[in-house]
């Protein structure tokens, strides 16, 4: 009975307990080679994943600890399986080593887990592995499961943050942001709904999605509720309120030339969309109250807002 579990076990132990070699080491961020096992306790599991741990897996460790990430359902096991494959992918060499290993689908299989704690493991590991263009590639056949995630849990619970970082990731380049296309209205829901740090990483998503005008169009036409304006007033946090202002502005340059529309689809929106209030009567009114805002980087920001108007 259980083969594949009793071997599981085995390679946690050489990979989570202990028997690991310190072949390299990272001293003052660059690289050494080590001179065999070192004369201190070998680390045990929590060493390896409480941050203070500072050896780097080699391949040959990764390959045995994917191995027991595929093979157990012991969630303990699967939990610090997942943040030293994390912690590991956060080196580049490490991410192309674990993509070889076809790692990417065994810890993206992760996040159909029904405990929530692996599901938000599973996606910072993914997230430190999105930093690689050809890692991204595999990483998007999660995108739709990682929206669902990020729309049915709670509101501001770390799945949904962990969510969100991924997604921003993704989307640094423009490569794969037409796949939040359906998502757009659940976006803007979040970031008014959401605490502080949500709207921010929500606004971090906006942000990059908004400099990309293929996405126009999409952004415009989300149902939004008007409570959206309220992030344009001076006692929003300056990390938000920014943000909210260089949205409009990204927006503003696929309208706008010379102060003339120039966007085809205008017709399009509907009542109640963001175009809808972005270019309506209160959104102007509120411009002029923050184009008297104490800060230097608000009223600059607004300026150029209503230059464009
Ligand atoms: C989820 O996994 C964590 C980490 O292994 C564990 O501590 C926790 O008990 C699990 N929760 C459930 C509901 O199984
Ligand atoms: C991911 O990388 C960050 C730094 O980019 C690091 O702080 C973190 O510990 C890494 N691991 C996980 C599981 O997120
Ligand atoms: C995600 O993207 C941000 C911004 O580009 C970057 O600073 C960060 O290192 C990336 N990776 C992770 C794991 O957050
Ligand atoms: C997305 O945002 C990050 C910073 O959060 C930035 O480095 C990157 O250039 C942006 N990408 C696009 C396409 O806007």
Redesign the pocket.
């Known amino acids: 009975m259980g083969g594949a579990r009793d071997v599981g076990w085995v390679a946690a132990g050489l990979v989570l307990g202990g028997a690991c070699y310190c072949i390299y080491r990272l001293t003052r961020g660059r690289w050494r080679v080590g001179r065999g096992p070192r004369l201190r306790p070998s680390p045990s599991a929590e060493d390896l994943t409480d941050g203070s741990y500072d050896e780097v897996l080699n391949a040959e460790q990764l390959q045995k600890l994917l191995y027991l990430l595929e093979s157990t359902e012991d969630s303990v096991i699967i939990e610090r399986a997942l943040v030293t494959l994390g912690n590991n992918a956060d080196f580049s060499a490490n991410q192309a080593i674990i993509r070889e290993l076809g790692g990417i689908p065994i810890v993206g299989d992760r996040i159909n887990n029904p405990n929530h704690s692996i599901i938000e493991k599973a996606l910072n590991a993914l997230n430190n592995l999105s930093v690689n263009v050809e890692n991204q590639d595999i990483i998007k056949i999660y995108i739709n499961q990682v929206c669902e995630d990020v729309f049915s849990d709670p509101l501001n619970s770390a799945v949904q943050m962990a969510g969100l970082r991924l997604l921003t990731n993704m ?4 490569d794969h942001q037409h796949m939040l296309n359906s998502y757009l209205t659940d976006f803007f829901h979040v970031l008014l709904t959401g605490n502080g740090n949500t709207k921010v990483q929500v606004l ?1 998503l906006l ?2 999605l908004s ?2 005008p293929a996405m126009a169009e999409g952004l415009f036409g989300a149902q939004v509720d008007s409570s959206f304006l309220s992030l344009y007033d001076s006692r929003v946090a300056k990390e938000i309120l920014l943000r909210a202002l260089t949205l409009f502005q990204n927006l503003n340059n696929c309208v706008k030339k010379d102060g003339h529309l120039v966007l085809r689809f205008t017709s399009t929106f509907h009542k109640g969309s963001l175009f809808f209030l972005l270019y309506g009567e209160e959104c102007a009114q509120k411009m002029r109250a923050l184009a008297n805002h104490p800060d230097v980087d608000v009223t600059e920001k607004v300026v150029i807002i209503t230059i464009q108007f």
């Not at 989307?171 to 423009?174: A, E, I, K, L, Q």
């Open positions: 989307t640094v380049t423009n971090k942000l990059n400099e990309n």
